[in-house]
């Protein structure tokens, strides 16, 4: 009998996959992929047989037996196509999580194709669970946001609690990852999926597993929070609580310290996992949550991880809102550069000028104006008295013909008065003519 053999291009996972498969990090699009394929299953056993990877604990190899081995029976109870969930009709299995199935079906009321997700059979889920994860579903239907797949329905089939939610055609944030896009891209997606989580919690849930494997990116671009399966409700600021308590779920690689101790989550925990994310994304092979080996992104945004990355939560941020706005902030370019520019330039121009004025020759002196001599009212009288009695003309010569030096302290002469007409003589009376008789 030939043993199957595994290949990147069917998408089975490498070696490190399927080491972090064993120890309990079991991606949903791995999951999906393991369940059609033999070759897988017989290399998982292997990697099993063998301890699991070298810092493995027993309880993570026990869980991979012990998963391996509900896996290979549960196939059995997945719904076949044509059968009912409600008023539902099943088309096909899309994936495997670790609390149930989720399947393709058909709502023939609004005659719309939606993903349900049916959990899994367990003998330890008890009624009280059944409930609470009821209105869990129902208090994540009444959050709108165009960044969480929306939740249509919710019910029980056979005992078990479903979730009829909004079918997204496209694929995971992390098989995204996988295809070449700029830091800007990146960063715009998961921004929008801080988004999604952050109105979750405004809603008064916590999600307690958010990882790329959680977010889908749908054919039109946008990104969608989804698999809240393992949610838990937290207390809001002046909200209530649905939940008194939880047990220690979630991808341990992501979780948060508080998470893995034991304690409570709420929405720092999800911020945590955000950030832990958000730095894989970009980190080097190995490098882990260590921010400070991060080498593709600019010292603001790392800066933002760090915080964000806290061990203890009390010093993160304190709402998903404030460090995605922290995140948005160091995402725009400093200031500080272009004022420095600025700076130079109008050194550089001041310089340039001075420079061209020390080149140009300076201009010569401007030659004094010789003021001009304001007319002499005498003169200008004798003049006009010439100008009426040419009579006058004819003695000028002669008055200004008379010798003598102008005396220094004489005083200016008087203005000519002009000459008399002889006065004519009286007309005589007429004569008598009887006077000569």
Not at 94 to 115: H, K, N, S
Not at 329 to 349: G, Q
Request: a neutral charge.
């Amino acid at each position: 009998m030939s043993t199957p053999s595994r290949s990147s291009d069917t998408g089975c996972p490498d070696e490190e996959q399927l080491l972090r498969f064993v120890d309990g990090e079991r991606e949903e699009r791995l999951v999906s992929h393991v369940l059609d394929c033999a070759a897988c299953q017989q290399a998982i056993d292997l990697v099993v047989s063998k301890g699991g990877s070298k810092g493995a604990s027993s309880h993570s190899v026990e869980d991979a037996v012990k998963w391996l081995e509900e896996l290979r029976g549960r196939r059995a109870s997945f719904l076949a196509p044509g059968a009912e969930v409600a008023r539902y009709t099943v088309l096909r299995v899309v994936g495997e999580g670790g609390m149930g199935v989720v399947y393709a079906a058909r709502d023939p009321e609004l005659d719309r194709t939606v993903a349900i997700k049916l959990m899994h059979p367990r003998q330890e889920v008890t009624d009280r669970e059944n409930r609470r994860l009821l209105r869990e579903a129902r208090a994540l239907a009444k959050v709108t946001h165009p960044n969480v797949v929306a939740v249509y329905d919710v019910g029980t089939h056979d005992a078990r609690v479903f979730v009829v939610m909004e079918l997204v055609e496209g694929r995971t944030l992390r098989e995204w990852l996988l295809e070449p896009h700029d830091r800007s891209t990146v960063l715009d997606a998961f921004v929008a999926a801080g988004r999604g989580l952050q109105a979750a919690h405004q809603a008064g849930l916590v999600h307690r597993d958010f990882k790329p494997d959680n977010v889908l990116i749908g054919d039109d671009g946008r990104a969608r929070v989804t698999d809240f399966g393992l949610a838990r409700a937290f207390r809001p600021a002046g909200g209530s609580r649905i939940t008194a308590s939880a047990a220690v779920v979630g991808t341990l690689s992501y979780m948060a310290p508080e998470v893995q101790e034991g304690g409570e989550a709420d929405a720092r925990s999800d911020q945590y996992s955000f950030a832990v994310s958000l730095h894989r994304a970009f980190a080097a092979k190995g490098s882990g949550q260590d921010v400070e080996a991060e080498t593709a992104l600019p010292r603001p945004i790392q800066k933002v991880l760090r915080r964000a990355l806290a061990y203890d939560r009390d010093a993160r941020y304190p709402s998903m809102q404030a460090c995605l706005q922290a995140l948005e902030e160091a995402r725009r370019p400093s200031r500080r550069p272009v004022l420095a520019l600025a700076a130079a330039a109008a050194l550089l121009a001041s310089a340039a000028i001075l420079a061209s004025r020390a080149d140009q020759p300076e201009p010569a002196a401007p030659i004094p104006a010789v003021p001009t001599p304001e007319p002499d009212p005498v003169a200008s009288s004798t003049t006009r008295a010439k100008a009426l009695d040419p009579a006058l003309s004819q003695t000028a010569p002669a008055a200004s013909a008379a010798p003598g030096p102008p005396s220094a302290s004489a005083s200016p002469e008087p203005p000519p008065v002009p000459p008399t007409r002889p006065a004519l003589p009286a007309p005589r009376p007429p004569a008598d003519p009887l006077s000569e008789f």
